[in-house]
Every structure is written in structure tokens, then in C-alpha cells.
């Protein structure tokens, strides 16, 4: 089981890691060259904000996702062993997948905190995984969402 788990989430990351991805040939190929100009630029390029409203946008989707993902687990826990177990496991994988996608783009601090949120749901989903009566500790996830939270405040 274990194995078919670990190709499901690797299944979904392969698929996840290819959406909106574009090739920059594609952009140069039709975009115009740009005109030479003696004069030098009176604005300064802007491409912080974009980084920040990625960012901004990391958050409040990885945010959603966490408690997205507690409210599933919590459905899937009622099922109740041994079947339950499976559940359980597959949406800690399938909510460490969501954290994944969402984090792409955001800037280092929040994609750090970000991967350690993800990293504890998949220790989760194997740790349940193990056994259909495991209740293993999410205060690992707890301190890793706190420190999400917190480069999301600080951004």
C-alpha cells in the first residue's frame, strides 16, 4: 500500500510541476525587440511587487489548503479503523501535493516554510499509513504551519 501511495503523490507532483509552465521561446519568438533608446529610463523596473503578489497569493492558498486539509482529515477519521486509516493517509499526501503546487513561485523564506509544512503532512501520511490504529503527533505540523504563518506575516 505503501508503494502505491508513493506513486500516487509522486503521480501528482509530475503532473503538478507542469501547469502553467511556458517556454520562453514561445514569449520571444513573438514579442517585438525592443527599441534603442539614447535616453536613460526614468522608472525603475517593478518586478518586486509581482514577486510579493505571488507570494501574498502562496499564502493565502497554502493557508486554505492547511485547513482545507484538517477538515478532510477529520471526515476521513470518522470512517474509524482499519479502513479509515487508508483515507486518512491518502489526504495528508493529497494535502502535502496542494501545499507543493501552491508554494511555487513565492519567495525563499515563505517556499522554505512552506516545504516543512509539506514535508510533516507526508511523515503523517506514511506514519499513519503504518498501522490502522496509528495516531501519530501533529505537533511536528503544528510548529511547522506556526512557522509558515509567520514568513507569511512577514512578507
Known sequence: MKLFL???????LVAL??????????????SPAPA????????????????DAITAQACADIKKDVKDNADKIAK??????????????AQWI????????????ANA?????????QQEMMTLGE?????ARAKPSRKALDAAVAEFNTACSAT
Open 6 to 12: 508513493t506513486g500516487v503523490t509522486i503521480t501528482a
Open 17 to 30: 510541476s507542469g501547469c502553467g509552465t511556458e517556454t520562453k521561446s514561445e514569449e520571444t519568438a513573438s
Open 36 to 51: 534603442a533608446t539614447s535616453a536613460a529610463p526614468t522608472t525603475v523596473p517593478t518586478t518586486a511587487p509581482a514577486i
Open 76 to 89: 476521513a477519521e470518522k470512517i474509524g479503523p482499519p479502513a479509515g486509516h487508508i483515507a486518512v493517509s
Open 94 to 105: 493529497a494535502g502535502s501535493a496542494a501545499v507543493i503546487a501552491h508554494s511555487i513561485g
Open 109 to 117: 523564506t515563505v517556499s522554505a516554510a512552506a516545504d516543512k509544512v
Open 127 to 131: 506514519e499513519t499509513n503504518k498501522s
